[in-house]
């Protein structure tokens, strides 16, 4: 058997979800396969999952859940939905206003206190102004459950915009963290001279955040929120934050793309449906704009499953993978404007109105001649940033460290075959770390491959085959010479 006849043989004989590695150990014991790979079970997984990318519904198989797989027959796929509501006490244009001006008015630290405290009460977090001289100035509560988590907060003020190791006072903050029983313990200030102040972080393990990059959260957060979760890897290290930061709003960047087009996809649903009457996942994840904005699949899936939803009822399934849209796109905003009325008090509405809208632009369609959207990249501090798309271009930032695991996963992934996309990286990180201490975090994290991916590209090393989903790449050079090049640009 060859390892698709294998998998099918085994998931019949089951009849229960099983991941490639728990099907590539049954088939190995059964000795259903031979093979002489390192990783065979990321093999049987770019095998199946090439299986259901390019055959689509008549595919024999399905993803059940993350990394799981079912014959067609057998599957019994479930969906979870989660709801969360977002607090909004005051406009973000006026925090950022606040402080912009305050940060540098060491004649009253106060001020600059109870803007950081706005900030990160707007950033979700439960928020206490203690104050006073020799203890916390403001302790931040993320109340979730058993993960949640406390942040000791002490603002710096300066008139020079730069704050130095004499200002802060190390002993104190370490006793003010065991006295509020904090997790983490951060100073927000303009900026930090480095040197010595650095060293001193490191020794109490106290975080650094510049008030410019507290700014970018509080707009990063604006256009589509952060999780108190995410907001804690932030807090969990020390030292200078900037690289985490960057890492962080590509993250955010990145899960609100597809906020930013749902407008399209809604628009393509109605090009096919005036053209033939109705429209399939297909046809739909085909389109050109679909195809050019790189909206994956199961993206495409989940806002057909929300627009289906009984309170919405904006598309109704008229045969088996025949779709109909129902209303018009302006009802679908009312929609999702009452349901905004019943989770914002009237206070809030206003602000909220201001700050959460996405803006969408008409992009000129490109001949694609890359399979990546990247198309210059350079080095940033500890990070690699790497530019995407040349009209209305925006970065990616991914830490070095990061970059360095993922092209080692990419060199194993050609060893293994003659062709890679990113679901195969993905599947191989999955269950690793990126860095010490540091896990791969699956799916909000896709965007780091695709611009390693892309990165190998630019500098001509592998190779786009033209397929398109999945995007396959194969190498333009030998392994040795892939290697010579990052010992060369970015390190080992």
Not at 324 to 331: A, G, R, S
Request: charged share 30%; net charge positive; with cysteine.
């Amino acid at each position: 058997m060859n390892f698709k006849e294998a998998a099918y043989h085994i998931l019949k004989k089951k009849k229960i979800p099983l991941s490639s590695k728990e099907i590539t150990q049954i088939a190995l014991k059964e000795r259903l396969i031979t093979t002489d790979g390192k990783t065979p079970d990321a093999t049987m997984y770019s095998i199946i999952y090439r299986d259901i990318k390019q055959k689509g519904k008549k595919s024999l198989f399905v993803k059940f859940k993350k990394g799981l797989f079912v014959l067609k027959e057998c599957d019994e796929k479930t969906h979870e939905e989660k709801y969360e509501t977002i607090k909004i006490p005051l406009e973000s244009n006026l925090i950022i206003k606040y402080l912009e001006e305050r940060q540098f008015k060491s004649y009253s630290p106060t001020d600059f206190e109870e803007a950081i405290k706005d900030a990160f009460n707007f950033l979700g977090f439960e928020v206490e102004l203690i104050g006073g001289k020799g203890d916390t100035d403001v302790l931040l509560t993320a109340n979730i459950g058993q993960e949640s988590f406390k942040v000791n907060v002490d603002g710096k003020t300066s008139k020079s915009g730069k704050i130095i190791d004499q200002q802060v006072n190390w002993i104190s903050l370490r006793d003010h963290k065991k006295k509020n029983k904090a997790d983490f313990v951060v100073v927000v200030g303009p900026s930090f001279s480095g040197g010595n102040l650095e060293e001193r972080a490191n020794e109490y393990d106290v975080s650094l955040l510049k008030t410019e990059d507290l700014i970018k959260l509080v707009k990063a957060h604006s256009k589509f929120p952060f999780t108190l979760t995410e907001l804690k890897d932030l807090f969990a290290g020390k030292g200078d934050r900037s690289s985490q930061l960057e890492d962080l709003l590509t993250q955010n960047l990145s899960r609100r793309n597809l906020l930013e087009q749902f407008r399209v996809i809604i628009e393509e649903m109605l090009s096919l449906q005036d053209r033939l009457g109705y429209f399939t996942f297909d046809s739909l994840a085909g389109r050109e704009k679909i195809e050019e904005l790189e909206i994956e699949p199961e993206d495409i899936e989940y806002i057909i499953k929300l627009l289906k939803l009984p309170f919405i009822n904006g598309v109704k399934e008229i045969s088996e993978n025949r779709y109909i849209f129902t209303i018009k796109i302006k009802d679908v905003a009312n929609i999702f404007q009452q349901i905004s009325n019943l989770l914002v008090r009237p206070g809030e509405k206003e602000e909220m109105l201001t700050t959460l809208a996405p803006e969408i632009e008409e992009k000129p369609t490109l001949e694609k001649k890359f399979g990546s959207k990247y198309f210059k990249w350079y080095i940033k501090g500890h990070s690699l940033v790497a530019m995407a798309r040349k009209d209305n271009p925006y970065e990616h930032y991914c830490p070095i460290i990061h970059f360095q695991t993922i092209f080692k996963k990419i060199i194993e992934g050609f060893k293994l075959q003659n062709l890679i996309n990113t679901d195969l990286i993905l599947f191989m990180l999955e269950g690793q770390n990126l860095s010490r201490d540091r896990p791969f975090k699956g799916k909000p994290e896709e965007y780091k491959i695709r611009m390693t991916l892309g990165i190998l590209e630019i500098e001509r090393l592998i190779k786009w085959t033209g397929s398109k989903r999945p995007i396959e790449y194969k190498l333009n050079v030998p392994i040795k010479k892939m290697y010579e090049w990052i010992y060369k640009n970015i390190g080992n």
